[in-house]
């Protein structure tokens, strides 16, 4: 195979390959994005780059390596290009002999350390700690400060879907960075050095006051296209470092600029966090039933269990992590775990939101489980705020839409 290989067009939410997969070929993207992602031993999926026109993933395959280490998705229609062996051996027979020499050096050295790493086809993911020292962490730039003077960050919008009948229920936020040259950087690539070295408080008045301001947009334009439907809200993430007194006050601030009802809002705290950091987090949760938002436990089931906690916390939805949702169309034995928190937490009059869900059999699964809400790339990926504006449009302008419930 060579560069005159065919060109694979993807869809938007459609995989290019799966952690695990047997692959030979690295993909130049031509047009759109790759979002890559890989899943952690507890079963938290930690996100892994996003590749963009001129850039490669699955490169992998090209230095000796038979499995692919991450999962490759299509963020909107995309064309790749495949590469393989074959590709790099010609290119390497038009290079310069001293260069060839060296890179073949490079190459061969790559594959030793490949057979020494254990198991030889996981990739450990650079995951940023709280306890992380902040010399080690990765600079990806010299002022995060800067970055936000300079309107560098930027959100995309999930679609929350509601799967009694289809509708769209409402949005999760996602921060992004995009960089000087063009690429985005997700979250765990500068959240955790902001956190020691940077604006993180900063960063996090930025996002809840954009997310209102677009959740106001979106609002707006649903209420006067559908006045009858329920109110959207938008899901908002927050590190631990990120809540105190100033993000209270940040958000009250708000929903006071942007005319909107507390409820509308969510802010959304991983599972592990909220347990290992439970009395110091109490105030705040406090603070936010005061004021009136509503509080989501993210990524249930990827780290110690929230579960004999939640008659005693004011939350009020439960988010299931990816991947039990994975596992749920392939090992029918998990159905009855899920449902059963599925009912406890209606017991508790709590939401359910299924994410990461990709394929119809995954829809099937987390309805038949009993959940509430979902979002994934079987719905929608995340986008920009002009493309999920033009998705509301398009859902509230489809009369003959079936619903989403099987």
Request: glycine share 8%.
């Amino acid at each position: 195979m060579t560069t005159e290989s065919a060109a694979r067009h993807l869809d938007a939410g459609e995989t290019l390959f799966r952690e695990g997969d047997a692959g030979h070929e690295a993909y130049v993207v031509e047009s759109g994005n790759i979002e890559c992602y890989q899943q952690l031993p507890t079963g938290e999926i930690r996100h892994a780059g996003l590749a963009g026109p001129g850039e490669l993933c699955g490169e992998h395959a090209l230095l000796g390596e038979t499995h692919r280490n991450t999962t490759a998705v299509a963020t909107e229609p995309t064309v790749v290009r495949p590469l393989d062996d074959d590709w790099l051996s010609q290119l390497l027979a038009q290079t310069d002999p001293v260069v060839r020499r060296l890179l073949l050096a490079a190459f061969e050295h790559c594959d030793t350390l490949l057979q020494r790493a254990q198991p030889a086809h996981v990739a450990t993911p650079s995951v940023i700690t709280p306890d992380a020292d902040a010399a080690e962490l990765p600079s990806l730039s010299p002022d995060l400060s800067q970055a936000l003077a300079g309107n560098e960050f930027r959100l995309h919008f999930q679609p929350v879907m509601r799967l009694s009948d289809g509708g769209v229920a409402g949005f999760e936020a996602l921060l992004r960075w995009q960089r000087p040259d063009g690429s985005l950087a997700l979250p765990h690539e500068f959240l955790g050095r902001a956190e020691h070295a940077g604006p993180i408080t900063a960063i996090g008045e930025w996002t809840l006051d954009t997310a209102c301001a677009a959740l106001r947009r979106l609002s707006d334009q649903r209420e006067a296209g559908s006045p009858h439907e329920a109110p959207l809200f938008v899901a908002i993430n927050l590190s631990p470092a990120q809540c105190g007194p100033a993000t209270l006050k940040a958000l009250t601030r708000a929903l006071q600029h942007h005319g909107l009802r507390p409820r509308q809002v969510r802010l959304e705290l991983g599972e592990a966090s909220l347990v290992e950091q439970l009395d110091r987090l109490r105030a705040f949760l406090a603070g936010c039933r005061t004021l009136g938002v509503r509080l989501s436990v993210d990524n249930v089931g990827t780290g110690p269990s929230v579960l004999p906690y939640l008659h005693r916390l004011p939350v009020d939805a439960l988010t299931l992590a990816d991947a039990f949702v994975h596992d749920l169309a392939q090992r029918p034995d998990n159905q009855p775990v899920v449902a059963a928190i599925c009912r406890l937490a209606a017991d508790l009059e709590l939401d359910t939101v299924a994410k990461g869900v990709e394929t119809p059999q995954q829809h099937a699964a987390v309805y038949a489980a009993g959940f509430r809400y979902a979002q994934g790339f079987h719905y929608a990926a995340a986008m920009p705020l002009e493309d999920a504006a033009g998705f509301l449009q398009k859902r509230a302008l489809s009369a003959t839409e079936p619903a989403l419930s099987c």
